[in-house]
């Protein structure tokens, strides 16, 4: 018994021969792309909603909406906060408690990149400079996790961020109290300018693995991930371990978050300002976001 485990291949040995076959575990090619699933207005009791699905990886974005004091260095601009959450449920891999380093790596992408594209002109948010301003808590959640949070997390807060519906608020500078009035029956949409899209690449000696699964990422040695605008520019970068890339590895990946971008961007603009109607689907993804908030309430948090 003992040798017959002994001579069973190993993880690293059965990944090696799928590389060196150009075929991977779920059999796609090396540079192919799980399909992408997309649906906005999910979450009934948010600001602005979407579900993300890209292969078995599954997230919902939900947005809520203050309102807040402007900052001191930005007295005309609102803000926009991301956070990334992997809870107990999207993997075993995950506990519940502080945010882990794949969390919080994702966040802080997700706010460079809010920052960098100017996705959201931040000026439409405030209401009066210097009084009161929207600020934007974007949460994403991941419900089912196989890898690629980055991919699936950028596109799931542009959708949100597109289907997102403010109330108008007035503020009435006569009184000696600033008075605020909101009309509920009268919502205005966000403008947004720019729709980057990014695609994640794990790297493994000379090979490249497009949308990684969580199985693959684990195996790889390295990641980077290209985002490129309405224009293919390549407006933002990240690579976390791996080997120094040649140039023509690098090309190649460039080429296909290009052509990526394109077809996801399409994606994106038909389903800029619809909502869905799986009754089904929005009540589970309302039950969802209402647990974790209720528990991030509970640990104190926002």
């Not at 956070?83 to 506990?95: A, D, F, G, R, T």
């Not at 000696?205 to 980077?224: C, F, H, S, W």
Request: with cysteine; proline share 5%; hydrophobic share 35%.
């Amino acid at each position: 018994m003992e040798r017959s485990i002994l001579l069973q291949p190993q993880p690293e040995e059965l990944f090696n021969k799928y590389l060196e076959n150009d075929v991977r575990a779920d059999e796609r090619k090396m540079g192919e792309m799980r399909d992408i699933q997309m649906k906005p207005g999910v979450i009934s009791n948010a600001h602005g909603s979407a579900r993300v699905s890209i292969g078995n990886t599954v997230l919902i974005c939900g947005i809520k909406a203050e309102l807040t004091k402007p900052s001191p260095e930005e007295p005309g601009r609102g803000l926009i906060i991301p956070n990334v959450e992997l809870p107990p449920l999207c993997s075993p891999i995950y506990k519940s408690g502080a945010p882990c380093e794949k969390a919080q790596t994702a966040t802080k992408f997700l706010d460079n990149l809010l920052k960098c594209t100017n996705i959201v002109d931040t000026e439409q948010l405030c209401i009066t400079r210097d009084v009161l301003t929207w600020v934007l808590y974007a949460d994403i959640i991941c419900i089912n996790y196989d890898g690629n949070l980055l991919d699936a997390s950028v596109t799931a807060i542009l959708l949100a961020l597109a289907n997102v519906k403010l109330p108008m608020v007035k503020v009435n500078e006569d009184e000696e109290s600033d008075e605020i009035t909101m009309d509920d029956t009268k919502t205005f949409q966000l403008n947004i300018k720019s729709l980057p899209v990014s695609s994640s690449f794990a790297t493994f000696d000379k090979y490249i693995l497009r949308d990684p699964t969580r199985k693959e990422e684990a195996m790889t040695t390295g990641m980077v991930t290209y985002v490129v605008d309405e224009d293919d520019n390549i407006v933002y970068t990240e690579k976390n371990g791996g080997d120094m890339m040649t140039e023509k590895m690098s090309m190649s990946c460039i080429k296909r978050s290009r052509d990526h971008g394109g077809r996801v961007r399409k994606s994106l603009q038909q389903f800029n300002t619809t909502t869905t109607n799986d009754e089904q689907m929005n009540e589970d993804a309302d039950e969802i976001y209402d647990m974790m908030k209720m528990n991030e309430d509970a640990d104190g948090n926002r």
